[in-house]
């Protein structure tokens, strides 16, 4: 995967300027064309990474392989949901984004899996019964009442990565666990049976927002490479 450094965007863009016609303009040449498509979708990802203003929030590799699967995706819902699991629960690392508007909508705390880790989630499972969160792409589907309460429908779009969420009920929720107070008596939030579980206050308005058919995206710098091998909606092979 192509990568940018973490630079100004008007140095990104000074030398795109400069070396385009390297890229584009020789209708000859499929490779140079190819390659110039590639660096323009790079650049529209960092340049809404940049106007986001999440160069302090957020490694850009997680962005833009968020970023990248919405486009590939080609949903309707302009939302974007972005949980980055390489920060600790103690921290604000769920982003609410609307891809239209180009705001960060919400940015909050989201609990893990109670066998994926304490404060960390350090490991990742599909299976039934593991009590682990999961990697990889969603589609937000429907809203009901449950034991949880308010509760959103998960659907895993990767095979043998995420796609037995929705058997394993793991939905996203309001819980107390996941309340902010939790971090100040325990160092982190509780832990859920799988599911990405929200701050009650919250948990309601985020759920409303991101329903019916947006995409959600869980990151793991730990688990990048090995996700990258193994996932469909990322995968760069033709088919």
């Known amino acids: 995967m192509r990568k940018i450094p973490n630079l100004r965007l008007s140095v990104v863009l000074t030398l795109m300027f400069l070396f385009r016609p390297f890229f584009v303009g020789d209708a000859q040449n499929r490779n140079a064309s190819l390659e110039s498509d590639d660096v323009l979708k790079v650049s529209d990802s960092y340049r809404l990474y940049l106007d986001l203003n999440l160069q302090n929030e957020l490694s850009y590799e997680a962005f833009e392989q968020a970023y990248t699967g919405y486009q590939k995706l080609s949903v309707k819902n302009p939302i974007l949901t972005l949980i980055d699991f390489s920060k600790a629960s103690s921290k604000e690392r769920m982003y609410v984004i609307d891809m239209e508007q180009?705001?960060?909508?919400?940015?909050?705390?989201?609990?893990?899996?109670?066998?994926?880790?304490?404060?960390?989630?350090?490991?990742?499972?599909?299976?039934?019964?593991?009590?682990?969160?999961?990697?990889?792409?969603?589609?937000?589907?429907?809203?009901?009442?449950?034991?949880?309460?308010?509760?959103?429908?998960?659907?895993?779009?990767?095979?043998?990565?995420?796609?037995?969420?929705?058997?394993?009920?793991?939905?996203?929720?309001?819980?107390?666990?996941?309340?902010?107070?939790?971090?100040?008596?325990?160092?982190?939030?509780?832990?859920?049976?799988?599911?990405?579980?929200?701050?009650?206050?919250?948990?309601?308005?985020?759920?409303?927002?991101?329903?019916?058919?947006s995409v959600l995206y869980a990151y793991s710098d730990r688990f990048n490479q090995h996700y990258l091998k193994n996932s469909s909606v990322l995968s760069f092979k033709k088919s």
């Open 102 to 213: 180009k705001r960060v909508l919400y940015q909050t705390y989201v609990a893990h899996g109670k066998k994926s880790g304490n404060n960390y989630a350090t490991s990742f499972s599909n299976k039934m019964g593991s009590q682990q969160s999961s990697l990889g792409f969603f589609l937000t589907g429907n809203t009901y009442k449950g034991r949880a309460g308010y509760s959103l429908v998960l659907e895993g779009l990767e095979k043998g990565i995420n796609d037995k969420v929705r058997a394993r009920g793991v939905v996203i929720h309001g819980a107390d666990y996941a309340n902010p107070e939790t971090i100040k008596s325990s160092g982190r939030l509780g832990r859920s049976f799988g599911c990405p579980a929200l701050p009650e206050k919250i948990s309601k308005t985020i759920i409303d927002t991101i329903k019916e058919g």
